[in-house]
């Protein structure tokens, strides 16, 4: 069966330090990869989304950057925090694209900056 | 853009009442997919009912079904026999079939869910 993992859980970082959240997804090869933030408040908004290693496309620009180093990993990063980057990060695998297929989600990630 | 709308922020059920979650949406697309997702107080994502836009017929998933009113641009929930584990935030979502953005959902701002023992 596949799994999803993200780490940390919960962080806490001062405004201006570096960010790198993790997501591996197992069970799988070759997914597609998501990350979403969730504010306070509001619904979810898509950060980024990759369809292989190295392939990243950004849907809003922003202060964080994505990477995929290995096909079921996904990561998050920033070179220096914002408060507004506080909020909820969940990542999400899918199969594919181009069949009806279901986004499943991981436990996500809540950040403070403080 | 597409865009989806929740207009009801929060909401309340007795228990083992029926309770309807609006969500409407905008698109210029004739073909794509709905969704309705649960968000519980642990935080995770899970997947409630979801609907391919061709099919006229109304998805349905036990206590779980949707109106699904194409030309009106509607999608709501229906939770029958209302649980206290039905208590979450509830998000619509929706989702291109063919282009770019290689199946991305974009969600609306939620519903929150309260039951009623």
């Known amino acids: 069966s596949q799994t999803i993992h993200q780490w940390p859980a919960t962080l806490v970082q001062p405004v201006g330090s570096p960010l790198s959240l993790e997501c591996t997804v197992e069970g799988t090869s070759n997914p597609n990869l998501y990350w979403y933030r969730q504010a306070a408040g509001r619904g979810l908004q898509l950060l980024f989304y990759s369809v292989g290693i190295g392939q990243i496309s950004s849907e809003v620009p922003q202060n964080l950057s994505a990477s995929r180093p290995q096909d079921r990993q996904f990561i998050l990063s920033s070179k220096k925090l914002l408060l507004s980057d506080s909020g909820f990060y969940l990542c999400a695998w899918a199969r594919g694209l181009a069949v009806f297929n279901e986004q499943f989600f991981g436990p996500g990630t809540r950040l403070t900056v403080l | 853009a597409q865009t989806v709308t929740q207009s009801q922020p929060e909401m309340s059920v007795q228990e083992a009442e029926t309770v309807t979650l609006s969500c409407t949406y905008d698109?210029?697309?004739?073909?794509?997919?709905l969704f309705w997702y649960k968000q519980p107080p642990s935080r995770q994502m899970i997947l409630v009912i979801r609907?391919?836009?061709?099919?006229?017929q109304n998805a349905t998933e036990n206590r779980f079904s949707v109106n699904f009113q194409k030309a009106a641009k509607s999608f709501s929930l229906k939770i029958s026999d209302s649980q206290l584990g039905d208590a979450a935030m509830y998000f619509c979502?929706?989702?291109?079939?063919?282009?770019?953005?290689?199946?991305?959902?974009?969600f609306g701002k939620g519903t929150k869910l309260s039951v009623k023992p």
């Open positions: 698109t210029s697309e004739s073909d794509y997919y």
């Open positions: 979502a929706y989702r291109r079939k063919y282009g770019g953005s290689q199946g991305n959902l974009i």
């Open positions: 609907q391919e836009a061709y099919k006229q």
